[in-house]
């Protein structure tokens, strides 16, 4: 395991370096709040934070594309990118969560090129938690602050520093590229790193979800969705915020013989995501789209992927503009 | 401001209603006014078939400006369908322009009937003043 | 608990007692520091749930309309339930307005008027914590809102510098014309409004755009705002129609602007300035600095106020001969 | 022989009655003496009290005239005779040359654009010039033009032909001749106008002499967007702005010198019309109007004076010009007037308006000749005031100014009572049935679109600027184009036949012509399409031509992309667009008439002369209304025989049911299918139209110690006392005094009451008739004998009756002092208070509205004027009609007016509900709303929009649910509804925006 340290200073010097290659995203606190942008040698990197707004998905999954145009008879697909990029600063809940969204469109029959080119040009740096906050629960759901699971290195703060560990040959490949600037780290730094790579675990709430795919198996006509759904607006906070929510919808646009065809994410949400064509819907409730969405996750992708498409990142909870806590909504179907 | 663009001519889409500017434009025609070709006309039966949001797509659609015209209050084909537009029209007219949307690029006028130099003189007006603009950027869907 | 809530639970218990009601939309106590969030109570033995704190940001106004919906999709219709509700004043100014336009039944609603003394926002919060919520709260000491953060660090937050926009520049916080009015002292009402508005008026063409722009370009159209708020009850809401498609599905920021454009004017007339789409927002748009434009505009145009009076129609329904007509071009 | 009638003279007036006859069913020929239809209204720029436009509002019943089935437009002719009997009339009539072939012309104008003689424009009243073959006016209809022969140089030097070389018709015909027609009809109506007063012959006021004097007519056409100076108020002289414009009144009418000495009834209208116009074309200008009497005694006439006085800055001088001159430098006018306090001023002013007054036309009194009607001795035909619509042949009748001079709407009334009177003459006879045979429809389901697109080059019109070739080639490419060509006259008829071949050879199942403009043309195109099985409302028009080639005529290149664009954009629009149906609904074919009075019962008795069923609902115990107090007319005709034979004729009529002691308590439904609920008998009604008659009530005055002192009486009190059996009383009295405007044209009741002068007058004269000796005084404001009712005024004033003007301000004081009863008011012309002691005193109590007017307008949806009368659905150009159709209204109702304008109008009601209940079935619009249930939230914003009162929430369903049947497609609606629930068919939301997306 390939492990380097830099100062926090000299990361400068890292984003430079794969300036030549590729671009280098990182987090940043502008004047609108914290975002994850592409950064220059100049920008002042942050790693004071909790996690940022919107889910790493974004960066391979946008939310919306044009995937192919045509005219006339003809179509034409869209380039694949080829865009190399370094992606600084995910919570290891998050780079779990790619690994989900990869078993959606990486599959043997049905590969996405245009995700696959992005993912396989694309390498992840995780920043292990340190303060996790009250909404999350990543522990519950097979994460945890300094989860390894996802990332290509694994960043630790270690006092004026960051501790690099390479968690893919991918990974240690790209360290071995930049020799000058990792040096070793010392018995200290390790420890140090131990230490709050513990305490932060034991500050994650936890819930237990023992047996909630069974349970979800057995519940589908339970009252307990509409009890649940009341307060629900129908909004797609929770689904657009979520980091392995990767429903999608195709569209056209036209202009005269002209057109072209959009991917663009969609949300379990909304009455629209089930309209059929003649105008039948077969999910028309806010229960039975807030089951779909739970059932979907915690016992469909069990059973299809052997997952819970779940980090514990508490996007949906923090969020929801009615406070609905999924901690809570399974709570009650486990009880 | 961007009078340098060459050859550009902006196009202009123009709301009229079918009783008093429709024929008013009619008129113009009849009395070989001359005005500049910019002008492309939808026709609907009144002013207050307009929904606003026909002037928003229009933007969208890149066209340099729009163009309202009904018949002036009193004159409506529908009695009053004018009057309840007018108060969309006013809303919708400061809003846009509160936005940042040049406000010459959306303009409401009455034309009767009867006034087809009016009409040559309003698509006159409304031509230069968004020729000054230059072509639109704003609110104009990328990619068309 | 405090005397309010006392009064309140009484209040709602008679009710219950008195077979007025079927239903109580109302708040409890959240999962997280600083919120309080919507409940229904369906029965005296729930009402112990009931809180009302400073954290009732929710306008509760907007589970009206579907809770009298007609229930077309399921087998058999029951008759619409009787509801009460606990409204500060901007809810009950939306109440208002849905009886106008029949979302509401005016036989089956009691409206409980509380004596507002403003929300919290709990983005204010945040924005004071650096961008993430606080980890716990210990409540309101001297006018200040005392917070722990994740990292365990304690601060002391002024109760008006994290009183919600909406609720310091409230008209009018006591819910008038409420059937019930739980008594207390409620906020003062403000006068001194739209400074921001006439601000932003005064701005350049080109700046305004360009907050235009940085505004809706956070917006991840994931439809909060219009979820959250009490008139956007439509079955269909005009971006999601097809045939025609008012609005491209893609994030392109003019289908984004447009989505804007028309839901907020959708609202001329109608926009009682609870905010709820502002806190519902999780991209924290300042969307209050265009909805507040049309009040403005419907108050100075026509002399409208919503959410006053159920008589008077809306604004857009109807037109006087003398409405101004400056905007006009005259060639 | 079938329905058939004939109406002379093609003025707004004539146009109605064509129009009403038309819609009754009965074959209607429309004889015109000029080129067009039309007639003055047609010169006009707006109208009074409104300022609508004329055009915007005259245009679309000329368009409706031109295309009507039922109606045959002949113009450029003259009756020669008629001979016969009613229902069996022969008329000649004598068809003039236009030296155009009407059937071949297609308007296009190309004639006009070449012909190389100028003219003075007619239609400008000679302001601007014209050319000897000319369309009249742009929206003239026929649209053919004239050649003026007089000025035509082939027809004066033998060599030109200019036009006929440019003409691809080959329609010019320069050796046409006169034509005598010979047609059957059943009745006549006579709507030939009237003429302006001739203002040279009151040389004094320089008309003619000085530039800057015109007359009102000719500054209508200043003032005009469409006159010579395209609406700029220029004064002649000098085409400078006026900044003092002075309008004097009655110039040809109200005296006898060289004039006329009736009131010509308009006037005082028009002039504070114009003052109001200027001033917004000019805001610093000053207008003066110099009158006599300011008789604003219509309907929001005050006000609108009112309006001129205080938001346009006009001076309203009560005093006559002495003299004017002209500064030979400058032309500005100096003018000499006296005010009424009897001082001279002299003023300058830089526009004199002559308010030119109506009179008897030369042909109108030659149509009268011949025709063999009377006239009385001004040249106006003769009329009784119970007949109004009636001349002295029976089977001919009168409508508009040939009977007096009267305003538009009195015309339109009388056009619509002369028609309703024309065909009840002809109740027995069947209508010829007018039916076209089409194809069976062809079915698009599932079939893609299938467009045909043609290209008008209108001869040169388009195609000289607008390469066509170019547009063809290019549209041909379009997505679901499988046809373009181009067409040298869209419009002529072997064009359709091009256009029929092409849809079956090509199974074209959607059309776009580029051409004109579709205000015109569009029906006529609808119509091939019906022939060859497609449905009319496939079709799209480009107009390529008012709005692209003849505005763009020197950049052929740009207007070249225009037409492709409208073209390309109307194919979008035509391939989104659907088959669109006319629903249709059944007529029950009965009428509620509300009202016993004057006007129900002759409305009742006009639709139950057409052979429809009336049930008449008087809430009294017995039938006459108001007219059991009103003895005898001002023209002197007794009241009472007339009221006994209605009330006779009403009572006995199978086909009239009366209820009386009768109220409605609830009426329901729409046109075509009311139900209506009486009490007694609580049963329900069936009726196909509803007409208001509820009449009105005088006023109970407050003011003038009346009912405190027995001395103090109405006018209405007066009249039974002189018509009754102690007529003895009033021929012991020394002094009368009368006071006008008791309770009219106050702060309370700010309108006139229109008919108090006229009866202050006749009951002043026949007080003088009865006894000579008291004095009589009538305090008053403004002496308001409109019309033909002048000669009343001037007889009393010879008689001796003493009429004093007091101000609003200064109303008469009425006290009661040691010699009984005082008067004091003051005396302007004299200029100091006069202190009078009648022994009786009648007040001119106004007319004041039925307080169950605002319950029927609830039942109804029909609204009320501020001031409580019912409020037409036009002021001017339908004047007994809602915008809910199926409702009429006439009498008091309304407005105040005297017996014969009821009559009048109780006819037109029954008219305009016969146009109605003589049709099976009612079709609606084919452009109508629609609701989208599954969008609709029924919030109700619709239901307040649509003045039609087309829709309704379904309270079951909790949706908007539309009435087709009432719908008129104005859209509002749907442009108000937040969900896009409600849409417009034929201009759909997708129409719309594909067609933007197209632009």
């Known amino acids: ?335 | 401001m961007n009078k340098t663009v060459d050859n550009w001519e902006p196009k202009i889409v123009a709301f009229l209603c079918n009783w008093c500017s429709y024929a008013g434009a009619d008129l113009a025609g009849v009395s070989r006014l001359q005005y500049p070709p910019n002008l492309r006309v939808i026709r609907v039966p009144c002013s207050g078939r307009i929904n606003p949001l026909y002037i928003v797509k229009a933007l969208q659609q890149g066209v340099d400006g729009v163009l309202v015209s009904g018949c002036h209050p009193g004159d409506c084909h529908y009695i009053s369908g004018n009057l309840v537009a007018r108060r969309k029209f006013a809303l919708l007219k400061n809003f846009l322009a509160y936005l940042g949307i040049e406000p010459e690029r959306v303009q409401f006028s009455w034309v009767s009937a009867s006034e087809g130099s009016r009409f040559a003189a309003l698509i006159e007006k409304v031509v230069d003043e968004v020729k000054e603009l230059g072509p639109a950027k704003k609110l104009v869907k990328k990619g068309l | 608990m405090n005397n309010i809530e006392i009064k309140l639970k009484d209040l709602v218990k008679d009710l219950f007692a008195g077979e007025k009601i079927d239903v109580l939309i109302g708040y409890e106590n959240g999962s997280l520091p600083l919120r309080s969030r919507p409940c229904f109570v369906h029965s005296a033995g729930e009402v112990d749930r009931l809180v009302w704190n400073s954290y009732c940001t929710n306008n509760l106004a907007v589970y009206l309309p579907r809770i009298f919906q007609r229930q077309e999709h399921k087998k058999e219709e029951t008759p619409p339930p009787r509801v009460g509700i606990i409204a500060k004043g901007c809810d009950a100014r939306s109440v208002v307005g849905l009886l106008k336009e029949n979302q509401v039944i005016k036989e089956n609603i009691i409206v409980i008027g509380m004596p507002c003394s403003g929300m919290i926002d709990p983005a204010k919060v945040e924005a004071a914590l650096d961008g993430a919520g606080p980890y716990s709260c210990q409540g309101e000491v001297d006018g200040s809102l005392e917070v722990t953060t994740s990292s365990g660090e304690k601060k002391r937050l002024k109760r008006e510098e994290v009183t919600a926009e909406a609720c310091l520049e409230c008209s009018h916080p006591l819910a008038e014309g409420a059937d019930l009015q739980i008594e207390g002292e409620p906020k003062e009402a403000c006068d001194e409004r739209y400074e921001k508005i006439r601000e932003f008026e005064a701005k350049s063409t080109e700046e305004r755009w360009q907050s235009f722009v940085k505004e809706i370009s956070k917006c991840i159209r994931c439809y909060a705002c219009r979820q959250a708020c009490p008139n956007c009850y439509c079955k269909i809401c005009f971006v999601d129609q097809t045939k025609p498609r008012w609005i491209g599905a893609s994030d392109e920021l003019s289908n984004v602007m447009i989505y804007h454009i028309g839901r907020i004017f959708h609202q001329a007339g109608r926009c009682v300035e609870c905010d709820a789409c502002v806190h519902a927002c999780p991209m924290d748009i300042d969307l209050r600095l265009f909805t507040q434009k049309l009040v403005k505009d419907v108050k100075e145009l026509f002399d409208y106020v919503p959410g006053l009076s159920v008589e008077e129609l809306p604004p857009l329904w109807t037109f006087k001969q003398d409405d101004s007509q400056s905007f006009i071009t005259e060639p | 022989m079938h329905k058939k009638a004939m109406v002379i003279g093609g003025g707004i007036a004539g146009i109605q009655a064509a129009l009403d006859l038309g819609e009754m069913g009965v074959e209607t020929y429309l004889v015109e003496k000029g080129p067009s239809v039309g007639g003055r209204m047609a010169q006009l720029d707006k109208t009074f009290p409104t300022n609508d436009c004329a055009m915007c509002i005259l245009s679309p019943k000329l368009v409706e005239v031109g295309s009507h089935p039922y109606v045959t437009i002949v113009s450029n002719a003259e009756v020669l005779s008629l001979e016969g009997s009613p229902c069996n009339f022969r008329v000649k009539v004598l068809k003039k040359p236009r030296y155009v072939d009407e059937d071949k012309c297609t308007g296009c104008g190309i004639c006009m654009s070449k012909c190389p003689i100028k003219i003075p424009d007619p239609y400008n009243k000679g302001l601007s010039q014209t050319k000897c073959i000319r369309i009249p006016f742009p929206q003239a209809v026929p649209a053919i033009p004239i050649m003026d022969k007089e000025t035509c140089r082939y027809h004066l030097t033998g060599k030109c032909r200019v036009c006929e070389k440019f003409c691809e018709v080959k329609a010019i015909d320069f050796e046409q001749k006169e034509q005598v027609l010979e047609l059957e009809v059943g009745s006549v109506i006579l709507a030939c106008g009237s003429q302006e007063f001739n203002a040279s012959l009151k040389n004094e006021y320089g008309y003619k002499l000085f530039p800057n004097v015109v007359t009102s007519i000719e500054f209508e056409r200043i003032l005009s967007a469409s006159g010579p100076t395209s609406g700029h108020v220029v004064r002649p002289s000098d085409g400078k702005e006026p900044k003092r414009i002075a309008i004097l009144q009655c110039v040809g009418s109200r005296e006898t010198q060289a004039g006329n000495e009736h009131c010509s009834a308009i006037c005082c209208m028009q002039a504070a019309k114009d003052a109001i116009i200027t001033q917004e074309h000019l805001p610093e200008v000053q207008t003066a109007i110099f009158y006599m009497d300011v008789r604003a005694y219509g309907k929001g006439f005050d006000r609108f004076v009112d309006m001129a006085k205080e938001q346009h800055k006009t001076r309203f001088i009560c005093g006559r010009i002495a003299s004017v001159e002209s500064n030979p430098h400058t032309d500005t006018l100096l003018i000499q007037y006296i005010t009424q306090e009897g001082i001279i001023n002299r003023e300058e002013f830089d526009l004199l308006v002559l308010s030119v007054g109506l009179e008897p036309s030369e042909s109108s009194m030659d149509a009268a000749r011949r025709l063999v009607v009377f006239m009385d001795t001004r040249g106006f035909l003769e009329t009784n005031t119970f007949r109004p619509v009636n001349t002295t042949r029976p089977g001919v009748f009168s409508c508009g100014s040939i009977s007096g001079p009267k305003d538009i709407p009195e015309s339109v009334m009388e056009a619509s009572g002369a028609a309703s009177a024309a065909a009840a003459l002809l109740g027995e006879l069947q209508s010829k049935e007018i039916r076209f045979e089409y194809p069976q429809e062809l079915d698009i389901r599932g079939i893609p679109p299938r467009v045909g697109v043609f290209i008008c080059r209108c001869g040169i019109n388009i195609a000289s600027t607008v390469d066509v070739p170019q547009v063809v080639e290019y549209v041909s490419r379009l997505p679901g184009v499988k046809h373009a060509q181009e067409l040298l006259f869209a419009c002529a008829q072997d064009s359709q036949k091009i256009i029929k071949a092409a849809i079956e050879e090509k199974g074209l199942n959607r059309i776009v012509v580029s051409a004109c403009t579709p205000r015109t043309h569009e029906p006529m195109f609808q119509k091939t399409l019906k022939e060859s099985g497609v449905n009319p409302y496939l079709f799209e028009f480009a107009n390529i031509r008012e709005q692209c080639s003849w505005v763009h005529q020197k950049e052929p290149e740009k207007a070249t992309e225009k037409a492709k664009d409208l073209t390309r954009n109307s194919i979008v629009k035509v391939v989104f667009a659907e088959p669109l149906y006319k629903e249709t609904l059944d007529v029950k074919k009965e009428a509620l008439i509300i009202g016993g009075g004057l006007a129900g019962m002759t409305a009742a008795l006009d639709l139950a002369e057409q052979n429809f069923q009336v049930h008449l609902v008087e809430k009294e115990k017995e039938l006459g209304g108001n007219l059991r107090h009103v003895h005898t007319t001002l023209k002197g005709e007794e009241s009472a025989p007339i009221l006994k034979a209605l009330d006779e004729e009403v009572n006995k009529n199978p086909r009239i049911k009366l209820y009386m002691n009768a109220r409605i308590r609830e009426i329901s439904g729409y046109i075509g299918n009311f139900k209506t609920v009486l009490d007694p008998p609580l049963s329900e009604i069936e009726h196909g139209v509803v007409i208001i008659a509820s009449g009105g009530e005088e006023y109970q005055p407050k003011e003038y110690l009346y009912g405190e002192d027995d001395r103090v009486v109405t006018q209405r009190e007066l009249e039974d006392m002189l018509n009754g059996s102690d007529k003895s009383k009033l021929s012991s009295l020394a002094t009368v005094v009368m006071i006008q405007c008791v309770g009219s044209r106050d702060d309370e009741r700010t309108y006139c009451s229109r008919v108090c002068c006229s009866n202050a007058i006749k009951n002043a004269i026949k007080l003088k008739e009865l006894n000579p000796r008291p004095a009589v005084y009538v305090l008053f404001r403004d002496i308001r004998t409109y019309g033909l009712k002048e000669s009343f005024y001037r007889s009393a004033r010879e008689k001796g009756i003493i009429f004093i003007r007091y101000d609003k301000e200064e109303k008469p004081d009425v006290h009661k002092n040691s010699n009984g009863l005082a008067v004091d008011v003051r005396d302007k012309i004299l200029n100091k208070t006069l202190a009078i002691n009648p022994d009786l005193l009648v007040l001119s109590a106004g007319i004041i509205p039925n307080p169950e007017n605002k319950l029927l307008s609830q039942f109804l949806k029909v609204p009320l004027d501020p001031d409580g009368f019912f409020l037409e659905a036009h002021v001017k150009l339908r004047p007994v009609d809602f915008a809910t159709d199926g409702v009429f209204v006439c009498g008091l109702a309304h407005y105040p007016k005297d017996i014969g304008e009821t009559i009048a109008q109780a006819r037109a009601a029954a008219g305009r509900a016969a146009t109605v209940l003589s049709k099976d079935t009612i079709e609606a619009e084919g452009k109508v709303s629609y609701i989208r249930e599954e969008r609709c939230n029924g919030c109700g914003a619709c239901v307040e929009v649509c003045v039609y009162n087309a829709i309704e929430l379904d309270t079951e369903k909790r949706i908007a649910t539309i009435n087709e049947a009432l719908c008129k497609g104005c859209g509002a609606c749907a442009a108000t509804c937040l969900a896009s629930a409600i849409d417009l068919k034929g201009f759909r939301n997708e129409q719309i925006l594909e067609a933007l997306e197209a632009i």
């Open chain 1, 1 to 335: 395991m390939l492990q380097g340290l830099i100062k926090k200073e000299d990361l400068k010097k890292l984003i430079a370096s794969v300036k030549k290659e590729g671009t280098f995203y990182g987090l940043i606190r502008g004047s609108e709040g914290l975002s994850l942008s592409e950064l220059g040698p100049d920008d002042e990197v942050t790693l004071d934070y909790s996690n940022f707004k919107m889910p790493p998905k974004r960066q391979f999954f946008p939310f919306s594309e044009v995937i192919c145009t045509y005219e006339d008879e003809s179509m034409t697909d869209l380039p694949l990118s080829e865009e190399k990029a370094v992606i600084f600063g995910v919570r290891p809940c998050d780079a779990l969560s790619l690994l989900y969204l990869d078993k959606i469109f990486i599959d043997e029959k049905f590969t996405d090129p245009y995700y696959r080119s992005r993912r396989d040009n694309s390498l992840i740096i995780s920043l292990a938690c340190r303060e996790p906050l009250k909404t999350c629960f990543c522990t519950s759901v097979g994460a945890s602050p300094a989860g390894k699971k996802g990332a290509d290195i694994l960043a630790f703060e270690v006092k004026d520093s960051l501790l690099f560990e390479a968690c893919s040959e991918k990974g240690t490949r790209f360290m071995e590229n930049y020799p000058a600037i990792f040096k070793k780290p010392g018995k200290a730094d390790i420890k140090a790193r131990d230490e709050e790579v513990s305490a932060a675990e034991k500050r994650v709430q936890t819930i237990d979800l023992s047996g909630i795919t069974e349970k979800l198996q057995g519940c589908f006509d339970s009252p307990l969705w509409e009890e649940i759904s009341q307060r629900c607006l129908g909004c797609g906070v929770c689904t657009y915020t979520c980091p392995t929510c990767h429903c999608f919808g195709l569209y056209d646009e036209k202009v005269e013989l002209k057109g072209r065809r959009i991917r663009v994410q969609d949300s379990c949400m909304f009455p629209s995501f089930t309209l059929e064509a003649s105008g039948h819907n077969p999910r028309t409730s806010n229960e039975e789209r807030m089951r779909q969405r739970i059932m979907h996750k915690f016992r469909y992708t069990v059973e299809n992927f052997e997952d819970i498409f779940c980090v514990g990142c508490g996007r949906c909870i923090s969020n929801c503009p009615v406070n609905m806590d999924i901690r809570e909504t399974l709570a009650e179907v486990i009880k």
